[in-house]
């Protein structure tokens, strides 16, 4: 036994009846209603519908289901009919009013009997049976059934009244509103229209020809619609199109190609180029003829490919930089595209490096020196001995009775205690004490513009001489004599850069980078001749157009230390640091190179970027000369400071190529040569 159920909830409150009395009760007192049907009966559901809406059900015999019919929230009464004629739309039957009483039937009787026909508004969301008639305007309505029809149901009613241009439908409302929808989107005013296109340079009847042999079949092939008229108008020298708006485009384009002015310039052409280089693009003109026109192994079409080759003749005037080329028409549009995508300006980079060396220097020398003389030869008989500052206490010793025999004073802090005398015990003592701390900051910024694909170079150098090798040789004039002789190169000491950018697509720039930042060490100490430091950084990289991003560069960190002692003295607490020396040394330094690229698109770019470093260096310029000297060495003599940049000319009109002389030359005639002018 099938168990029927419905829960009604209102204000909160729960309802479940079993009846359809109940639910007309809660029907009645403004309760909503959920459905929970379950392989019921179709009878129960419509049984509980009858009670929930209060209407009056009629049922064909024929109307038999089990039918599922779940809701997880409560609706109003007429939300549940809704629902229940979607249900009998899923099984196959239909709910057709008939004032206060409802027929259920089978779906293939419902176009038979009378419904909802002819509302003013059709529901979007219905699913009662519903007949329209609907006026066509534009199109023909015969021609919409034929669309119409498959996305109407079988049971569904379509039919056209010629007559009228009227459609007449039948079906659920909405499936209806939907055809409604569909018949409004295609029933638009067509664009057909008539244009008259005056000919300026072809004739008429010869254009309307060609286009009515390309436009043969053209009905056939777009079958239902008006094929496109072309007629021409030999008095006015004008075609007359009729036909829709796309055709009349199409045909208006075709129209302007065939309606051009003869080639009255023969096969030669004079071009002159903007910005490439005319005997480089020759060049390579002659290459792209001789590849694209070599005759093929034997064939009509290689006889041809060499004829076309022969008949091509490509020259460059670099004065003017033009260039001169004779060639059939297809070969000259070919190569007059490539010299088209060739002569544009190109971008340029202006490439900044900084490179950056910050160095820490910290010394520490710290030593004692004794000796004992206890003869009158002056000669030591004991002492601890080491030289400081690269003199030693003996030399001191002598300085005193002679200051001439002292080459050089020894460097930092230096307290000497003794005696010299020529009887008795003579000594010596000297206490030398040096703490050194040097610090090097050095930040070049060398910069370099240079083209798009090319390569620059930047240096900021001297050329410092080394010796390479010596000899000594015995002249034959001189006897004895010697002639030395020595070798020496020359190597650039200081900033090196080279560059070449490749500006990508978007805003990207790969460079190719060789950077060297070189200069001579302020020691030589142990070396043949002079030392010099060298950075070099070889590398690719990619950077965003204004960004900058690191190279490379060197952290180091180096301490040295030395002890000069006599063995187990020196290590005697106090008393040891009279017979030892010592020395520290810590050195730092930290060096980075950066690179930041700017491409300069146009030559606004260029011209900013000019100004910006002009008005730079002119400014340092005026703060130098704006110091107050109260006597001046040069009175009256004014420093030299660049001038002011002038305002930016206004671009000149572009000239025009040389007049052909209106005279005829005698002899025999030639073809006229096209000159293009410059842009």
Same mark, same amino acid.
């Not at 549940?80 to 027929?103: C, D, I, R, W």
């Not at 694209?292 to 192994?297: G, I, L, N, S």
């Not at 460097?411 to 090097?440: E, Y």
């Not at 110091?627 to 400071?641: A, D, H, I, M």
């Given at each position: ?188 005013e067509t664009d057909t229209d008539i244009e008259v296109v005056p000919m300026q340079n072809a004739s008429a009847a010869e254009v309307v020809r060609t286009m009515t042999a390309l436009n043969q079949g053209q009905a056939s092939a777009e079958s239902g619609v008006a094929p496109l008229r072309v007629v021409s108008d030999e008095r006015s020298n004008s075609i007359l199109l009729a036909g829709e708006k796309t055709q009349r485009l199409r045909a208006r384009t075709l129209i302007a190609y065939l309606d051009t002015p003869l080639a009255n310039g023969g096969d030669t052409r004079v071009r002159y180029l903007r910005y490439a280089d005319a005997e480089k693009i020759a060049a390579k003109l002659k290459e792209q003829v001789t590849g694209t026109t070599a005759p093929a192994a034997g064939g009509a079409a290689g006889a041809s490919s060499a004829s076309g080759e022969r008949n ?82 003996? &030399? =001191? ?7 001439? %025999? ?5 460097? !930092?802090? /230096? $307290?000497?205690? #003794? ?109 043949? &001749? =002079? ?7 070889? %590398? ?5 157009? !204004?960004? /900058? $991003?690191?190279? #490379? ?127």
């Amino acid at each position: 036994m099938l168990q029927r159920t419905l829960i009604c909830l209102c204000a909160a409150m729960l309802v479940t009846f079993a009846s359809p009395s109940e639910a007309q009760n809660a029907a009645a007192n403004g309760q909503r209603i959920t459905p929970n049907f379950k392989d019921a009966d179709i009878t129960q559901v419509i049984e509980a519908v009858a009670a929930a809406t209060g209407r009056n059900m009629i049922v064909d015999p024929r109307v038999r289901a089990q039918v599922t019919l779940l809701s997880s929230t409560p609706m109003t009464p007429d939300a549940f009919y809704e629902a229940f004629l979607a249900l009998l739309q899923v099984h196959g039957f239909v709910a057709v009013p008939s004032g206060n009483t409802v027929k259920v039937i089978p779906d293939a009787n419902a176009r038979t009997l009378p419904g909802n026909d002819l509302p003013d508004r059709v529901s979007a969301t219905s699913d009662e049976i519903v007949t329209q008639v609907v006026g066509v305007k534009n199109v023909s309505a015969a021609q919409l059934v034929a669309i119409l029809r498959p996305l109407m149901p079988q049971q569904a009613h379509l039919a056209a009244y010629p007559s009228s241009n009227m459609l007449v439908l039948s079906d659920r409302a909405n499936n209806v509103n939907r055809m409604l929808r569909i018949i409004r989107r295609i029933d638009q005013e067509t664009d057909t229209d008539i244009e008259v296109v005056p000919m300026q340079n072809a004739s008429a009847a010869e254009v309307v020809r060609t286009m009515t042999a390309l436009n043969q079949g053209q009905a056939s092939a777009e079958s239902g619609v008006a094929p496109l008229r072309v007629v021409s108008d030999e008095r006015s020298n004008s075609i007359l199109l009729a036909g829709e708006k796309t055709q009349r485009l199409r045909a208006r384009t075709l129209i302007a190609y065939l309606d051009t002015p003869l080639a009255n310039g023969g096969d030669t052409r004079v071009r002159y180029l903007r910005y490439a280089d005319a005997e480089k693009i020759a060049a390579k003109l002659k290459e792209q003829v001789t590849g694209t026109t070599a005759p093929a192994a034997g064939g009509a079409a290689g006889a041809s490919s060499a004829s076309g080759e022969r008949n091509t003749v490509i020259w460059a005037e670099p004065e003017t930089n033009a260039l001169v080329v004779t060639a059939p028409a297809k070969t000259m549009n070919a190569l007059m595209a490539v010299v088209d995508k060739l002569d544009i300006r190109r971008a340029q980079v202006l490439v900044e490096a900084i490179i950056v060396e910050v160095t820490a220097d910290k010394s520490s020398e710290l030593g004692v020196n004794w000796a004992l003389d206890g003869s009158n030869r002056n000669s030591v008989v004991g002492g601890f001995v080491q030289p400081i500052g690269g003199i030693s206490i003996i &030399d =001191l010793a002598r300085a005193a009775n002679d200051p001439s %025999t002292l080459s050089s004073v020894p460097s !930092g802090t /230096t $307290v000497g205690v #003794g005696r010299l005398r020529d009887s008795g015990v003579n000594f010596a003592a000297v206490l030398r004490a040096l703490r050194g701390d040097a610090n090097t900051n050095i930040i070049a910024t060398p910069s370099i513009v240079t083209m798009d694909n090319q390569q620059a170079e930047i240096k900021v150098a001297q050329e410092v001489p080394f010796l390479t090798g010596r000899y000594t040789s015995t002249g034959a004039n001189t006897g004895s004599n010697l002639n030395p002789f020595q070798t020496i190169q020359r190597q650039e000491v200081g900033t090196i850069l080279k560059i070449t950018p490749q500006i990508n697509e978007g805003n990207a720039v790969m460079l190719k980078i060789e950077q060297e930042s070189s200069s001579i060490a302020s020691t030589s100490a142990g070396a043949v &001749d =002079l030392v010099t430091n060298k950075r070099t950084i070889n %590398t690719n990289v990619l950077i965003e157009d !204004g960004g /900058t $991003v690191v190279l #490379g560069g060197l952290i180091q960190d180096t301490q040295t230390g030395g002890e000069q002692r006599v063995p187990y003295l020196g290590r005697i607490p106090v008393l040891g640091e009279a017979f030892r020396t010592r020395s520290a040394k810590k050195t730092k330094t930290n060096l980075m190179v950066f690179i930041q690229p700017r491409i300069l698109h146009d030559g606004v770019d260029a011209t900013l970027e000019t100004n910006q470093k002009y008005n730079y260096i002119r400014d340092q310029q005026l703060k130098m000369g704006a110091r107050y000297e109260v006597l001046p060495l040069l009175p009256g003599e004014k420093r030299s400071v660049l001038p002011e940049l002038p305002p930016a000319p206004t671009p000149a009109p572009a000239p025009t190529a040389p007049i052909a002389p209106t005279s005829a030359p005698t002899g025999p005639t030639k073809p006229p040569v096209t000159v293009e002018p410059r842009q």
